[in-house]
């Protein structure tokens, strides 16, 4: 391995470990934050950082400079061809979004706090969504005003509008900075600090260890728990292969290429210089390595009930460990079907073959929910949480654990969710590849009818690829996490009877009719593969269309005003109306 | 099969031996749809996900229902206490404060009628006379130590309806807070005497008449000599 492989790896595992860190946190927050949004509370948002007001405004100033004079001072090199049509219509959209965002932000801030000038004045009376769906109508406008703009003027046009996208940038930035009020700023940021002064406490919380527990297996467990929930991650594609090509020509990739990225890939997404996968380790045995590794994660539970001296944290062990073992198997034999039709058990082929043909989920529907159940009962999480049952056995396997150690459990058990979010990605949706984006652009088509192409470059698509990934995997973490606040826990017999009496029998089931309906398409020939071809891309079109139908019903009935009547009943209500409730704003916004 | 007669009494109804309309419920089946568990599954995650949005929406477009001013409508309805409070009551009977006479001294004369009459035994005052020459000295005392353990007091409000003077008022609006020491919720009399309406106020709506001062309707010194 060259040094310039070891410092990708590097890279590579800095991203993955910082995304599921992060994502362990802030998931920690969602997780109460939806619950008190599902159950009328108003859940955390107490943890508050009084920030001195220069630093305030420097927060509020320092990135839109940053990135004013970022867009600036790349608008002064010269770029060609399509990527200076691409860097046009990315700074024509960036800097619709930022108008209409600033505007939008600022409206809201009159309508709370009242306008100080006149221009702001004219804010007072602006509907706020009007705003949204004119910035939307504008986006539309700029869209199709990138059709009028000629191959020889792209390089200008891409030079213009970056200038104008860092003005914006730098007005927006120094009129927010002037609105900060006086004095010191609460930072709140919707209570996301909870999970850090959380953390922050359990770092000082004293470290308790039974007497009679197991010294060296009780600090063992906690590590053992987060080291098997991290490193299943390397096997994870989290974008498209990049391509360098071998610009100093001397057949080796050396840093000097790592400026290289091949401006396109044709459409197969074949390389002709290096192939570097955003992919950490890219095992032959794939998915086996993420099994071996899940597989560990027992070992943590069990040790952390034995080692604590508590007959209650021992039963939570073993509820544990066999929970855990159980589910192992119906986890591994409902993916069998998966590897039958993907044919292989590396996860970087299993995306592409997705992007090729379809989605995990459209082949493999009763696999999906089959690996569903069994993942979320690896992961120890609601509707199978008996190990920790609170009702039954206090905290379980964790129950003698404090400070930072119980701080390790809880993330681990949040890293695996978040991963198990993003294994469900990787095999059964899509993992990177988003319907219809192909290596070398968007190309709508069903079977051998293309409706609509549009080019892109190859930096354009893996940076694409890799925001569906992170993506996908948030939205299935935010799914994942609703399965808590709607199913209730499962008693300990049926969590069994359902492992080995149900999953196992479907998953082998459904690996044998996998096998033969596989088999039986092999052997149809070529006019079976033409009509699965166009399945494949009815099913691509119809997850466009569900997300795009999906995302507008969600806008429409979020923008929707609400409708509401009040009733004065007591005596105290109609006392505290006097004095005008408790809410400073007014009912109707 | 014997002719069912429960729910009929004969001593009241003689004549009626059909049985009463009974409501049978049926016993819940498990069917296939119950066994698969998936559609229930969806149902619910759709229930949730539909209280999510909703909630979700109200909070961020400032639309939630206020939880004091009552509405049919449900939502959030919790307060963010610190930022949002609920409005007391105009009579709620808070901490205590000493209310001032002009010259920013107690109105208090040390008669001891409050801690007298507090049920939980928690005022505790010094009475002093007042310097020789103020015209107050030898016709009414001041409190030398005016302390009230609030950690005692139940708060009935018997020392507000017992001072002839209207010296010690509950109407501060402030409900007592926590701390971390039993010394702390000992109020002494600087620190009663700090507090202030909620009309932000130190006095008392009514008026008082020094003695000697000619709007004084009652005895002076001078009078009362024989
Ligand atoms: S409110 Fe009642 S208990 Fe409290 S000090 Fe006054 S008389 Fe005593
Ligand atoms: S507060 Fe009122 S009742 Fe209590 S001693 Fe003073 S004057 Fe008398």
């Known amino acids: ?76 090199g010269e770029v060609t061809g399509r990527l200076a049509l691409e860097r046009t219509t990315v700074n024509v959209q960036l800097a619709i979004f930022v108008t209409w965002l600033s505007l939008l932000v600022l409206c809201a801030k009159v309508r709370s706090g009242g306008a100080i000038n006149r221009a702001e004045r004219v804010f007072e009376d602006v509907d706020p969504r009007s705003i949204f769906f004119a910035g939307l109508g504008v986006h539309a406008l700029g869209l199709v005003a990138m059709r009028f703009v000629t191959p020889q003027g792209a390089p200008m046009a891409a030079k213009i509008t970056g200038f104008v996208l860092g003005a914006i ?67 994870l594609p989290f974008g498209n292969d990049l391509c360098f090509a071998d610009g100093n020509r001397n057949g080796t990739l050396d840093f000097s290429d790592l400026g290289n990225l091949v401006a396109t890939v044709p459409a197969t997404g074949q390389c002709t210089g290096f192939r570097v996968p955003l992919q950490i380790a890219d095992l032959n045995v794939g998915i086996l390595y993420v099994f071996a590794m899940t597989g560990t994660g027992i070992i943590g539970a069990a040790i952390a009930g034995w080692a604590s001296d508590n007959k209650f944290a021992l039963l939570g062990g073993l509820r544990a460990a066999s929970q855990m073992v159980s589910y192992e198997v119906a986890m591994g034999l409902s993916l069998v079907g998966l590897f039958l039709v993907y044919s292989t058990v590396r996860m970087g082929e299993m995306s592409a073959w997705q992007g090729q043909h379809a989605w995990g989920i459209f082949v493999q529907p009763v696999g999906f929910f089959l690996f569903l159940a069994a993942v979320c009962a690896e992961t120890k999480r609601v509707p199978f949480d008996q190990p920790e049952g609170e009702s039954e056995i206090v905290a379980g396997y964790f129950l003698e654990y404090s400070g930072f ?107 044998m009719v996998t096998a033969v309906i596989v088999v039986a398409l092999r052997n149809a020939g070529p006019a079976a593969e033409s009509w699965l071809k166009l399945l494949g891309d009815i099913s691509q079109g119809l997850v466009a269309v569900l997300t795009l139908a999906g995302t507008v019903a969600l806008v429409v009935g979020l923008l929707e005003p609400v409708e509401r009547h009040k009733f004065l009943v007591t005596s105290s209500a109609r006392f505290a109306a006097a004095l005008g409730g408790v809410k400073p704003t007014a009912q109707e916004a | 099969m014997a002719k069912r007669t429960f729910g009929t009494n004969p001593w009241t109804k003689p004549g009626s031996t059909s049985a009463p309309p009974t409501k049978v419920i049926a016993r819940p089946r498990r ?171 130190r006095k008392t709506a009514n008026t008082r008449h020094e003695p000697g001062d000619p709007t004084h309707p009652g005895l002076t010194r001078e009078q009362g000599e024989h």
């Open chain 1, 1 to 76: 391995m060259s040094l310039v492989e070891l410092v990708l790896t590097v890279v590579k595992i800095l991203i993955i470990v910082m995304f599921f860190l992060n994502m362990a946190a802030l998931s920690t927050w969602a997780d109460r934050r939806q619950g008190a949004m599902v159950q009328d509370r108003v859940g955390p948002n107490r943890a508050v950082v009084p920030l001195p007001n220069m630093v305030a405004r420097g927060i509020v100033l320092l990135p839109p400079a940053l990135f004013g004079v970022l867009s600036i001072f790349t608008s002064l």
């Open chain 1, 169 to 235: 940038f730098l007005i927006v930035g120094f009129y927010a900075t002037s609105r900060v009020p006086e004095g010191p700023i609460p930072l709140r940021l919707a209570g996301t600090l909870h999970a850090l002064a959380d953390s922050i406490k359990m770092i000082w919380k004293e470290d308790f260890i039974p007497k009679n527990g197991d010294k060296v297996l009780h600090g063992l467990a906690p590590i053992l728990t987060v080291f098997s929930a991290v490193v299943v991650a390397a096997v």
């Open chain 1, 405 to 511: 150690k119980w701080g390790m459990f809880m993330t681990g058990e949040y890293i695996e969710l978040v991963f198990s979010s993003a294994l469900l990605v990787a095999l059964f949706f899509g993992g990177y590849n988003l319907p219809f984006l192909h290596p070398d652009g968007l190309t709508v088509a069903f079977g051998d009818t293309v409706l609509f192409q549009y080019k892109m470059t190859h930096l354009a698509v893996s940076v694409i690829s890799v925001l569906a990934f992170f993506g996908k995997t948030i939205l299935v973490t935010w799914v994942q996490v609703f399965f808590r606040w709607t199913l209730p826990r499962f008693r300990y017999d049926q969590l069994m009877k359902l492992g080995w009496t149900k999953l196992l029998p479907l998953a082998i089931a459904n690996m």
């Open chain 2, 31 to 201: 069917t296939a749809e119950v066994q698969a568990y998936l559609p229930e599954f969806f149902r619910g995650m759709a229930v949730t996900m539909k209280h999510f949005f909703k909630n979700t929406k109200e909070m961020v477009l400032g639309q939630k229902p206020d939880p004091v001013i009552e509405s049919l409508n449900d939502g959030v309805t919790t307060i963010s206490y610190p930022e949002e409070r609920r409005p007391y009551a105009e009579r709620f009977r808070g901490l205590h404060r000493l209310t001032l006479r002009d010259d920013a001294s107690p109105r208090c004369v040390a008669c001891l009628c409050c801690s007298t009459a507090c049920p939980a035994q928690c005022i505790h005052i010094e009475a002093g006379e007042y310097e020789e020459g103020d015209p107050r000295r030898g016709y009414e005392r001041y409190p030398k130590t005016f302390v009230i353990d609030e950690l005692r007091c139940v708060f009935c409000g018997f020392c507000v309806e017992a001072c002839p003077c209207d010296a010690i008022r509950m109407d501060t609006g402030m409900h007592a807070t926590p701390y971390d020491s039993r010394e702390q919720f000992i109020y002494r009399k600087d620190l009663l005497m700090e507090f202030t309406g909620r009309d932000g106020s």
